[in-house]
């Protein structure tokens, strides 16, 4: 019985030690800096290695079985993460050990016309590998 006390007063004390940390000490409510949206509304990556940005985004697939064109399109974005820079011209899209070429397409590098890659599983995963500045980039996906 007085262990179970102790541990519901220790609780009690780290509960109150997390809500002083939390709360500050009469510093006022915080606020959180304002975050500008991607310019395409999809999710930003950063580039190992690198400044700029790639950022996914993914329409979504009917079906598995209906063919789409740009299912997937990948922008790159300056380091500010919200201007849009020319894309490679070429890169591949692996997932596993099957290997989709991108082809440009306007801003984006964009899936070509076939069956949906990503129907049903919530996100776009694999590794995104293009050329920047004459040097290879390899990005890993995992986008949900």
Same mark, same amino acid.
């Given at each position: 019985?007085?262990?179970?006390?102790?541990?519901?007063?220790?609780?009690?004390?780290?509960?109150?030690?997390?809500?002083?940390?939390?709360?500050?000490?009469?510093?006022?409510?915080?606020?959180?800096?304002?975050?500008?949206?991607?310019?395409?509304? #999809?999710?930003?990556?950063?580039?190992? #290695?690198?400044?700029?940005?790639?950022?996914?985004?993914?329409?979504?697939?009917?079906?598995?079985?209906?063919?789409?064109?740009?299912?997937?399109?990948?922008?790159?974005?300056?380091?500010?993460?919200?201007?849009?820079?020319?894309?490679?011209?070429?890169?591949?899209?692996?997932?596993?050990?099957?290997?989709?070429?991108?082809?440009?397409?306007?801003?984006?590098?964009?899936?070509?016309?076939?069956?949906?890659?990503?129907?049903?599983?919530?996100?776009?995963?694999?590794?995104?590998?293009?050329?920047?500045?004459?040097?290879?980039?390899?990005?890993?996906?995992?986008?949900?």
């Amino acid at each position: 019985m007085i262990r179970r006390a102790r541990a519901h007063v220790g609780l009690l004390l780290l509960g109150l030690g997390l809500g002083f940390g939390i709360s500050g000490c009469g510093g006022g409510p915080t606020t959180l800096p304002e975050t500008t949206p991607p310019p395409h509304q #999809g999710n930003v990556i950063p580039i190992p #290695g690198r400044k700029e940005k790639v950022e996914v985004v993914q329409k979504p697939a009917t079906s598995k079985n209906a063919p789409m064109t740009g299912e997937v399109r990948f922008y790159f974005l300056n380091e500010d993460g919200k201007t849009t820079i020319a894309p490679p011209t070429s890169g591949t899209l692996e997932l596993g050990k099957k290997k989709v070429e991108l082809k440009t397409e306007g801003e984006a590098l964009v899936t070509p016309s076939g069956p949906a890659l990503f129907a049903g599983t919530g996100g776009v995963d694999g590794v995104l590998k293009v050329e920047l500045d004459g040097k290879p980039a390899t990005i890993p996906l995992g986008v949900r």
